[in-house]
């Protein structure tokens, strides 16, 4: 009931998913499953609001699931293929790149906190670290991280969207109950 609740765009009231754009996005994704909440949420974000579209695609068939990489299906199959949380960077990141989890980190800070003369550090690194851990081509690694760019907009971590996406379908329990 929540869910044909919120794929009609009854959302009024409900955290975090009421708002014209959002509600919209909502209609369109018809969303049936937390994971798909918690999505939108962290897509709804000045860093990779422009993947929501893709997203609603691909999880409708009406788009190709694509990965830039084979090994990025591990950690982006339940996103169709789009990074949609911090970790998903990280983890591409650590998979691709030969990051560990310190150096990762600054790779995180950096996006995070949008500083310029780290982020272009950290895109050196990335980018040598895939031609030399992965064997990619640099122009294939300079693509995966032209995906990480928009995360300096502001871009959620998996728990802090898991976390408004449980307080967003309690709303919107209470309201279809």
């Known amino acids: ?15 975090q998913l009421s708002g014209a754009a959002m509600t919209g996005f909502l209609k369109e994704l018809k969303p049936t499953d937390i994971r798909d909440i918690n999505a939108m949420i962290a897509l709804y ?9 893709d ?5 409708h068939g009406k788009q ?4 830039m990489h084979p090994q ?3 950690f982006l199959g339940d996103s169709y293929g789009i990074l949609v949380y911090q970790e ?3 983890m591409t990141a650590l998979t691709l790149a030969g990051y560990n989890w310190g150096t990762v980190d600054k790779l995180r800070k950096a996006i995070g906190k949008k500083i310029p003369e780290e982020m272009a550090k950290q895109h050196t690194i990335f980018v040598d670290g895939c031609v030399e851990i992965s064997g990619l081509k640099a122009e294939a690694a300079e693509k995966i991280w032209d ?7 502001y871009g959620f971590n998996k728990a802090h969207a898991a976390s408004y996406g ?5 709303t919107a329990y209470l309201k279809a109950h």
């Open 1 to 15: 009931k929540v869910f044909e609740m919120l794929a009609a765009g009854h959302t009024v009231g409900v955290f």
């Open 45 to 53: 974000r000045p860093g990779p609001m422009r993947n929501i579209p």
């Open 55 to 59: 997203y609603i695609a691909r999880k």
């Open 64 to 67: 190709t699931v694509r990965y």
């Open 72 to 74: 990025m299906e591990s």
């Open 88 to 90: 998903d960077i990280m």
């Open 147 to 153: 995906l990480f760019e928009p995360f300096q907009g």
């Open 166 to 170: 449980k307080v967003a379908y309690q």
